[in-house]
């Protein structure tokens, strides 16, 4: 495989998120239970023991609250979120990466380039196992490899090639969900468990039966590209122990044959060893049958106390699980309300449809733990998906979701059911609905890295305005859960973009309405300003011929061109008061241009009302006769 290429020096810390559970349930429902409590513990007890040492209690309780920090800075979910004393639990369980991640962290805290050896010796033989193994000789601890490190690690094939007095041969190999989570930092994650496992096996003489380490010998290791990690382990040969029984079997036989000598001097020397060596078989098949049932005895009890033990293990075990699980529900549970309350805040502080649809990415990626998210709008009209937004991607991702235009015509296809039968949509591996995807979203599949995705419509009174969809790039990582709460997300972005499209056509209308009022008012002004230019164009024009007109028929009236007769005085006054009244006529025209630009003043006057009546009446009157032809007389006026 290619990952075999990649140099031992590649740690995980390479990769920036975890992609796995650390904890819990993973995604096949199913317990994790990886990597006993019991691995994490030894590493951070031993890391403060010895930052204490070497840098003082201070240093050390920093670098706990460091720990506790990175680890918490690699998960996204915040549900799992760690604390010292969980990582002290012993009866909690891990997943590999996590605890790959917590092992490479302990050391760079430590500054330990034997970081992993030191753990394996000092802490990972427990009071436990040297109890349980005590009883035992070195060959038969190292023949029960298998069964003691399954104690503390699941899914490793352990396995004992050869077994004498002072040697061993041991293989672990890596089964594929070890290699699933290490992925292409493998080599550096085995480096881990490998010096941490030798560093066990070189203590396991001291610490058993007060003897020198044991020689620990690499015969494959997976770090150097072989398919195993296989061991050769050595140590110095157990002192037997002896029994007074045979001394007083021979000293029961030698007494016999002199004995039998004294009594009967007749006898061979042979037949008196023969008498001799009777009480000394006897006493070794008697010795023989009491080791024997001691030993029994002894391998019963120890096989009892390893059955409660085990027993009371995996009961307080599965107890503390199950107790995990349930504080990682309750916070998770605690997480989204809180997501949902701040994006509930945040959608009701803007109406503006960019700065929501900008809100409501970064909610889905900063407060839920989902890697990238994306809001994707429907034209139901051409049945196409466009103008989509993402966020979690880089700038030319981005663009790329910006610009295609995806046509949605198959109500059975994933972008269908959700666009045309506006049903929510979870899909646990996109590798099992494929074929089925159009292929732009392939395209961008490839491009982010999505293996699991969920997408819900946006609908608001039985219109789909788009789809709101997140993904992670691990298989089976999204669950019925995260489902519903991406539904109830998607209601209330949904009522969202509806308000916030109902307020972009508010202000459309206003402006349109604005800029037609506007219209309107420089119409009317305009209008106006015509009308006063043309009312003090004609009243000026006016003016001036009548002045000159009433000034004409007052020298007539005054007799300055002869005498007059009394019907040309009548009707020279009754074209004067016409002049007049023309005259005022005008003058009320230019008050009205006053009133306008607010300059006329008002004085009150007193007006003589038989006057006015009589005035009125006379301009009534038919006058002059139907026989006269006034309109000739006037023609005469103007020559």
């Known amino acids: 495989m290619a990952e075999e290429l990649l140099p031992p020096t590649q740690t ?47 240093a050390a309780a920093r670098a706990m609250d460091d720990l506790c920090r990175l680890l918490n800075d690699r998960i996204r979910d915040p549900a799992y979120h760690v604390t010292l004393d969980q990582l002290k639990n012993v009866w909690n369980s891990y ?6 991640y917590l092992r490479e962290f302990c050391r760079e805290q430590s500054r330990d380039p034997d970081f992993y050896m030191n753990v394996g010796r000092e ?57 699933e989570q290490f992925g292409p930092y493998r080599k550096a994650c085995t480096a881990q468990i490998c010096e941490s496992t030798k560093g066990r096996f070189a203590m396991v003489p001291p610490r058993l039966h007060l003897l020198p380490e044991s020689r620990v010998v690499d015969r494959a290791c997976i770090v150097r590209g072989d398919d195993y990690c296989e061991w050769e382990v050595r140590w110095e ?69 390893i059955t409660v033990v085990e027993s009371r293990h995996e009961e307080l075990r599965a107890a503390y699980l199950e107790q995990e699980q349930t504080r990682v529900e309750l916070r998770r549970k605690v997480a989204q309300l809180t997501a949902l309350h701040r994006a509930g805040l945040h959608f009701n502080s803007t109406l503006d449809r960019e700065a929501l649809m900008q809100k409501v990415l970064e909610t889905l990626t900063g407060d839920l733990p989902y890697d990238r998210v994306m809001v994707s709008f429907y034209d139901p009209i051409r049945q196409v998906v466009k103008d989509a937004r993402a966020f979690g991607v880089s700038p030319e991702i981005q663009a790329f979701v ?19 039968q506006g049903q929510p949509l979870l899909i646990g591996d996109l590798q099992a609905v494929w074929d089925r995807i159009h292929p732009l979203n392939q395209q961008l599949a490839l491009l982010t ?13 039985d219109r789909i305005l788009g789809s709101l969809t997140v993904d992670r790039m691990q298989e089976h990582s999204l669950t019925q859960d995260d489902l519903e709460l991406m539904m109830t997300v998607a209601n209330q972005v949904a009522i969202a973009l509806d308000n916030a499209s109902a307020y972009e056509q508010i202000e459309e209308l206003n402006l349109g309405l604005e800029a037609k009022v506007c219209e309107r008012t420089a119409e ?13 164009h004609v009243s000026h024009e006016l003016k001036t011929p009548l002045t000159s007109i009433k000034g004409f028929l007052q020298n007539l009236l005054d007799g300055l061109t002869g005498p007059l007769n009394e019907k040309q005085q009548r009707y020279l006054s009754r074209m004067l008061d016409n002049a007049e009244r023309l005259i005022r006529m005008i003058e009320d025209l230019l008050d009205r241009t006053r009133i306008q630009s607010g300059r006329l003043d008002l004085v009150p006057s007193e007006i003589d009302l038989e006057h006015c009546i009589g005035d009125a009446v006379e301009q009534l009157r038919l ?14 006026l103007f020559p």
Do not use: C
């Open 12 to 58: 995980i810390l390479e990769r920036p998120y975890m992609k796995f559970v650390p904890f819990g349930v993973d995604e096949r429902g199913e317990r994790i239970k990886d990597v006993s409590g019991m691995i994490v513990h030894d590493n951070v007890e031993y890391l403060e023991e010895w930052v204490t040492r070497t840098k003082g209690a201070d």
């Open 95 to 100: 997943s590999y990466e996590f605890t790959s």
């Open 402 to 420: 910006r610009a295609r235009e995806i046509p949605v015509t198959d109500p059975m296809s994933p972008e269908g059911i959700v666009l045309i």
């Open 449 to 461: 890295q999505a293996k699991a995705l969920i997408a819900v419509p946006l609908k608001t009174k």
């Open 123 to 179: 802490k990972h033989i427990s009071p436990l196992i040297q109890t349980l193994g005590r009883p035992f000789s070195l060959a038969q601890i190292h023949r029960m490899f298998p069964y003691f490190a399954r104690k503390y690690a699941k899914d490793l094939e352990y396995s004992v090639l050869e077994v004498t007095d002072t040697s061993a041969v041991l293989r672990m190999n890596l089964t594929a969900r070890v290699f």
């Open 524 to 536: 009317l002004e305009q209008a106006d300003r015509l009308r006063s230019q043309f009312l003090s």
């Open 623 to 636: 006058w002059p006769r139907p026989n006269d032809k006034p309109w000739r007389w006037l023609l005469s």
């Open 237 to 305: 040969r157990q002192a037997r122990r002896y029994s007074a029984g045979p001394l007083w079997g021979m000293g029961a036989g030698l007494a016999t044959a002199g004995l039998m000598r004294l009594a009967y001097p007749s006898m061979s020397l042979g037949e008196v060893i023969l008498a001799g060596l009777i009480p000394i078989s006897v006493a070794g098949m008697l010795i023989n049958r009491h080791l024997r049932q001691e030993s029994q005895q002894r391998e019963a009890l120890i096989r009892e106390q």
